[in-house]
């Protein structure tokens, strides 16, 4: 059974993600575990720690079930040292955040190259970060999420995807988010080749490393590198396509989390998706 919520609000405390999630009748969510424009966090408090988990238990959400999200500063692929280091050590930060909320894994975006190094000098970086933090983390899996191509941002392809996942010496602890719009954007047609998309995803990747999607309509054409989100059947993706993930059977018990940007049809959009899979 595929699991569907979306990335909600973690204001007043991580405590208050689960319920959030159950106000729109996610059995699955998303969230930020600190805040995501900044580098520094102050320390999560026990009290908070706790009340998350015993949320999580009221909600009936397992843990499995939560695909924490990092924050937006961040850049593995960063031509600087310094400035990598400084990367790998506040998603490392974060990783132990989710390790302290007994969270599994945790979503991020790989890296850019910022004009100043090639590609693959740029997935080499990211990929000994990953390692990094690896070796000084436990139980949490590193989640990469696929990007729209915009700027300098790696990770639009399935092939960089396939590098970092080899480049990764646990690969017990690394895994793919696929974002719908992202895909999209990137080029690959999920309305109007779905199976070509996800055959090629398959050959190249592999869904065993599938561990979440983000649900996410396109503003934008196909091929468009443009990452702006829609409402569901209002954008360029259409609906056809949502209905063909949820009927997926390669898409095991993921979390499937909503990005579009009306919050307040989270709820719709949430039955709708189920009602697919029906």
Known sequence: MKRVGAHVSASGGVQNAPLNAAAIGADAFALFVKNQRQWNAKELKEADIEAFKANLEKVGIEPEFVLPHNGYL????????IARAKSAESFLGEVHRC???GLKMINFHPGSHLRAIDHEECLMNIGECINYILDRSEGVRLVIENTAGQGTNMGYKFEHLAYLIDYCEDKSRIGVCLDTCHLFASGYDIAGDYEGVMSEFERIVGFEYLFGMHINESMFECGKKKDRHERLGHGKIGMEAFEKIMRDERIGEI????ETIDETLWSEEIKLLRSFSA
């Open 74 to 81: 961040p850049n593995l692929g960063h031509p600087n040292t």
């Open 99 to 101: 390790e302290k909320l």
């Open 255 to 258: 979390p499937l989390v909503l």
